[in-house]
C-alpha cells in the first residue's frame, strides 16, 4: 500500500470512530506511521486531508451513478432499483462516515468544509436526478416532483440509520438493537423502497 493511501485510510478509520473535532493529524500520523510532516506534505493539513476522505469515499459513487445515466440497456426504473442496492449498501456498510457527514453539515463552526460536503452529496444526487428526468422524458415515468423522490429515498434510509434510539423507537425494538448491522432491516429497507418508487414512479400501464 502506498503512503499516501494509508494515510487516508486511516484518516478515514479515526475520523468516523472519533469525529473531526476529536481526531488530531498527529494521531492520524502515528497510525499512518509517518510523520506529521509527511501528511502536510501531501495533504496541507487537517481539513484538507478530510476534504481528501471525502473525496476518495464519494467520488467513486458518482462514477457508478453517471455510468448508469450513459447505459442503454436497462430501464429507467431498473437504474433507480440499482441506485437503491448501492446507496443502502454504503449506508449501512459504513453508518459512522455517513453519520460523520450529516454531523458536520449540521454545525456552523466550519463553512468552508461544509460547503464542501455539501457539494459532494450533491455530486452524487445529480445523476440520480438525471435518470427520473429521463423516465419521465421517455414516458416511462409519471410527471413527478424529481427532487422530493430523490429526497424520499435518501432521506428515509438516513434517518433510520442516523440514530439508534429513534430507530429502535419507530422499529418498536429493544435497546440492544443495532439497526445498521441487521440484515433483516436491510433487506427490509431496500424491499420497502423499490416497492415504494415503483409505485411513486411508474405509469400504471409499465409492470
Same mark, same amino acid.
Given at each position: ?91 449501512? /456498510? ?31 444526487? /445529480? ?71 415503483? /409505485? ?8
Amino acid at each position: 500500500m502506498d503512503t499516501k493511501k494509508k494515510i487516508l485510510d486511516c484518516a478515514f478509520n479515526i475520523l468516523c470512530k472519533k469525529g473531526y473535532d476529536h481526531t488530531s493529524v498527529r494521531e492520524i500520523a502515528g497510525k499512518a506511521d509517518v510523520n506529521v510532516a509527511m501528511i502536510n506534505y501531501y495533504f496541507g493539513g487537517k481539513e484538507k486531508l478530510f476534504d481528501a476522505v471525502l473525496q476518495n469515499r464519494l467520488s467513486g459513487l458518482h462514477g457508478i451513478f453517471t455510468e448508469m445515466v450513459k447505459d442503454q440497456s436497462h430501464t429507467a426504473i431498473e437504474k433507480i432499483e440499482s441506485v437503491i442496492d448501492l446507496v443502502i449498501d454504503r449506508k449501512f /456498510s459504513n453508518r459512522e462516515f455517513h453519520y460523520l457527514l450529516h454531523s458536520e453539515l449540521a454545525l456552523k463552526r466550519r463553512p468552508e468544509l461544509k460547503e464542501k460536503i455539501s457539494e459532494y452529496i450533491m455530486l452524487n444526487i /445529480s445523476p440520480v436526478k438525471k435518470i427520473i428526468k429521463e423516465g419521465i422524458s421517455s414516458g416511462e415515468f409519471r410527471k413527478v416532483d424529481i427532487e422530493l423522490t430523490v429526497t424520499t429515498i435518501i432521506g428515509t434510509i438516513h434517518y433510520l440509520l442516523v440514530s439508534d434510539t429513534i430507530c429502535q423507537k419507530i422499529l418498536g425494538k429493544p435497546s440492544s438493537f443495532a439497526p445498521f448491522r441487521n440484515k433483516e432491516l436491510k433487506e427490509r429497507v431496500n424491499t420497502h423502497l423499490k416497492a415504494l418508487v415503483r /409505485s411513486h414512479l411508474l405509469k400504471q400501464n409499465v409492470k
